[in-house]
């Protein structure tokens, strides 16, 4: 068994390994600007992806709030780059809303390592905080899955009601990246830089990620998500365990909105909607939880689809297609992706094999 779960680790590192050489020599191969960003933008999801993984897929605890994390990391990337662009100033949204001076908590954000330190403090207090009443609750299941959602509206409608502060439905927009503009041919350069950070980043969390589940500590997370009474009864401290690995996922999915923002030029609460939240764990279900590399794949697919069949003839219906995908998974592929690959096809072909020496 152990063998057979080395294999599977091996041959999940080795199909990482192929994504991330294909990544890193796309912008050498595609002369297109927009699919580049595309591609950046499908990392900054996959960094999500695997945050969400460690909680759904290893510990059991279906998140549908993780928009929230990723909309802090984004909204704090957008806030330092619209300063950095408007000099400090007012942005228009606060002379519309009456403002006369820089609020408070935006002040931080003029310079860029409290705005990287603040990008990552509050999305950990937040996350800290809710773990730590929730977890000590011995709030679980669907319940834990509730909750979550209730706060990503309440966060939704309270960045929406202050749009003074906030930009409200516009969110914050008309900014360049941080290695400045990444628009057209002259500044492609640019692009390929933030493109290839990214990629490096991709890489770091999965290796973060690979590292944590393979670990003691891995096996701590599953036997939480198989039989928590069981763990907690054994002497772990199952709430400890539980509000690390929530906090840390909030800290990888606000990195992602924070790279994000950058390949976007943009950021506004529809990124913090339910239905945001609930397509990355479509992106988790399809690509196969619990493997970290499904996450991966997951992202790249759905997000390869939307962008194929949100235009053209199947404009219209492309979110049915992309619903039709997640339920067919769930029904009969339920290790997603690479479940069809790592057990199903060996399984079929082993099954195939038998029939023939019977025969």
Known sequence: MKKLAGLKGKGNHLCFLII??????????????????????????SIVAI???LI?????????GHGIYFCLGGYGMAMYL??????????????????????????????FPLALLFIILIPTVLAGAIGFFIFRSRIKGVYFSIITQ???????????ANSKYTGGNNGITDFSSLLGSTRGPANRGNLLTLFWVTLLALILVYMLASFLVN???????????????RTFFSGYCVNNYK?????????????????????NGSITPSQMTISYSITMVIWVAVGGRG??????????????????????????????????????????????????FRDQIPALLKGRGKKKEVA
């Not at 966060?155 to 929406?160: D, E, P, R």
Request: glycine share 10%.
């Open 20 to 45: 991330a050489v294909l990544l890193a020599a796309s912008p050498l191969l595609v002369s297109s600007t927009s699919m580049i960003q595309f591609l950046g933008k499908c990392m900054c999801f």
């Open 82 to 111: 619209r300063l950095r662009d408007n000099g400090g100033q007012l942005t228009d949204f606060m002379q519309t809303g009456g403002l006369e001076e820089l609020p408070v908590f935006w002040r931080p954000f003029q310079h």
């Open 215 to 229: 670990r003691k500590f891995g096996k701590l997370l599953i036997a939480i998500r198989d039989g928590e009474n």
């Open 150 to 160: 209730a706060l990503t509206w309440a966060a939704y409608s309270l960045f929406i």
């Open 51 to 53: 945050a969400l993984d």
């Open 243 to 263: 509000n690390f690995i929530y906090t840390l996922s909030a800290i990888l999915a606000a990195i992602g909105g924070a790279l994000y923002v950058n390949f």
């Open 291 to 340: 493997t970290i590399i499904g996450a991966v794949i997951g992202a790249f697919f759905i997000n390869l689809c939307e962008y194929n069949l949100s235009s053209g003839s199947l404009a219209d219906i492309w979110q049915y297609i992309i619903g039709i995908i997640f339920c067919v998974t769930i029904v009969f592929f339920k290790g997603g992706i690479v479940g069809i």
């Open 56 to 64: 759904w897929g290893y510990t059991g605890m279906l998140s549908l």
